[in-house]
């Protein structure tokens, strides 16, 4: 699986609305500003729990949460993600998440 991480508020804009498709994976740190990922999944299949945990870690890692220990990650298909009328670039609503707890880093793999 593809992971793609923005860079910047329009970079994330792009990513989250040019780029990324209705079944691909979205994630964002829970209230810290930082990067979107995406993770493309063009077959549909199920995201493997590996690359999920992966992908949750470098949106940790890429915000401003990244010094803690613990960092909550919202998780949706790019089809709930939406951008409210007006809204500067980067900020979104999530009509629908999950939230998964990791340690913001990079892998080794």
């Given at each position: ?17 040019r780029l990324a498709k209705s079944q ?86």
């Amino acid at each position: 699986f593809e992971i793609l991480i923005g860079k910047g508020a329009k970079n994330n804009d792009f990513l989250t609305f040019r780029l990324a498709k209705s079944q691909d994976l979205w994630l964002h740190a829970a209230d810290y500003p930082g990067s979107h990922v995406v993770v493309k999944n063009p077959n549909r299949k199920e995201i493997p729990q590996k690359t999920l945990i992966e992908a949750a870690q470098f949106a940790a890692f890429f915000s401003q949460a990244k010094t803690e220990s613990k960092v909550a990650v919202h998780y949706t298909q790019k089809k709930f993600v939406f951008k409210p009328k007006g809204a500067v670039p980067g900020l979104v609503n999530l009509a629908s998440f999950k939230t998964i707890l990791v340690e913001p880093k990079i892998s080794d793999s």
